[in-house]
């Protein structure tokens, strides 16, 4: 079977950093994506990649956070810097068998159960 497991959250300061880890088994996914979720709202897309050249960023963290991915590892990061409060979510890590840049849940067939972001002010 196919399992996401994410990594690297916590607590941090406004304007520190984090690097998020989604160790993936099984099959080899050809999109790997990140999403969140803050209290009281919908999940939402954070960013996406399919190659080291396409890679998809919500506006709300663009220039801030970098997704990247170690094929020999078999894991997809999240470097998160310049933390905002705003920031503080569930993050969740999520994998396509298709490559694709569409920015919805439905496109993605598996999902890791989360890890918790919170930042202070």
């Known amino acids: 079977q196919v399992q996401l497991v994410e990594s690297g959250g916590g607590l941090v300061q406004a304007g520190g950093s984090l690097r998020l880890s989604c160790a993936a088994s099984?099959?080899?996914?050809?999109?790997m994506g990140w999403f969140r979720q803050a209290p009281g709202k919908e999940r939402e897309f954070v960013a996406s990649?399919?190659?080291?050249?396409?890679?998809y960023y919500a506006d709300s963290v663009k220039g801030r956070f970098t997704i990247s991915r170690d094929n020999a590892k078999n894991t997809v990061y999240l470097q998160m810097n310049i933390l905002k409060p705003e920031d503080t979510a569930v993050y969740y890590c999520?994998?396509?068998?298709?490559?694709?840049?569409?920015?919805?849940?439905?496109?993605?067939?598996?999902w890791g159960q989360g890890t918790q972001v919170t930042v202070s002010s």
């Open positions: 099984g099959r080899t996914l050809t999109t």
């Open positions: 990649t399919w190659s080291g050249a396409y890679t």
């Open positions: 999520a994998g396509s068998i298709r490559a694709t840049m569409i920015q919805s849940e439905s496109e993605y067939n598996y």
